[in-house]
T-cell receptor, first 114, second 116 residues
Framework: GDSVTQMEGPVTLSEEAFLTINCTYT??????LFWYVQYPGEGLQLLLK?????DKGSNKGFEATYRKETTSFHLEKGSVQVSDSAVYFC?????????????FGKGTLLTVNP | KAGVTQTPRYLIKTRGQQVTLSCSPI?????VSWYQQTPGQGLQFLFE???????NKGNFPGRFSGRQFSNSRSEMNVSTLELGDSALYLC???????????????FGPGTRLTVT
């Protein structure tokens, strides 16, 4: 079946450090890819998305590029802030049919220290 | 525009009881999805409704059911609660995807269910 694998956390960084969270996927079709973020006590918020190969999603300094050849969608940020501390989820959705759902990775807890 | 609202936010139930959770989507959104979030299994898809019809269902037992009303509000019900049903239940709404198009989903804050 379809699945998403992302790096295990927790990840602890100092402010202004570079962030990479790896995400790879397995899908039977051609998926759209997403990164969601969950702050403590809240629901999920869409951070960025990409719908076709080589697309780059970006938002709030975060970026991820849809790499079909390596089935990856790694999240990066050049300089993290304390306010970026949260759980990050990689997810996919398949196009077509009636498959209107998101398949999520396990999540990666990021803690940024001042 | 108001976001997705879920009630109640917290709930404590006893094993064997049943529970109903409610979700009000963003105005204009007609698709509502439900997800279960647990530390062990992560986020898992329960079901999705559009125009009062269930279009897709995840791999959960029949104790988990849902419905959608004509105003797009949705409820999910869990009967004969088990300890393992303790989780954060998230509702998400979106414009209805059709064919090859998938609209992004907007999540509510969730209902934290504890089964004792």
């Amino acid at each position: 079946g379809d699945s998403v694998t992302q790096m295990e956390g927790p990840v602890t960084l100092s402010e202004e450090a570079f962030l990479t969270i790896n995400c790879t996927y397995t899908a039977t079709g051609y998926p759209s890819l997403f990164w969601y973020v969950q702050y403590p006590g809240e629901g999920l918020q869409l951070l960025l998305k990409a719908t076709k190969a080589d697309d780059k999603g970006s938002n709030k300094g975060f970026e991820a590029t849809y790499r079909k050849e390596t089935t990856s969608f790694h999240l990066e940020k050049g300089s993290v802030q304390v306010s970026d501390s949260a759980v990050y989820f990689c997810a996919l959705s398949l196009l077509g049919g009636s498959n209107y759902k998101l398949t999520f990775g396990k999540g990666t807890l990021l803690t940024v220290n001042p | 525009k108001a976001g997705v609202t879920q009630t109640p936010r917290y709930l404590i139930k006893t094993r064997g009881q049943q529970v109903t959770l409610s979700c009000s989507p963003i105005s204009g959104h007609r698709s509502v999805s439900w997800y279960q979030q647990t530390p062990g299994q992560g986020l898992q898809f329960l079901f999705e409704y559009f125009s009062e019809t269930q279009r897709n269902k995840g791999n959960f037992p029949g104790r988990f059911s849902g419905r959608q009303f004509s105003n797009s509000r949705s409820e999910m019900n869990v009967s004969t609660l088990e300890l393992g049903d303790s989780a954060l239940y998230l509702c998400a709404s979106s414009l209805p995807g059709q064919g090859t198009f998938f609209y992004e989903q907007y999540f509510g804050p969730g209902t934290r269910l504890t089964v004792t």
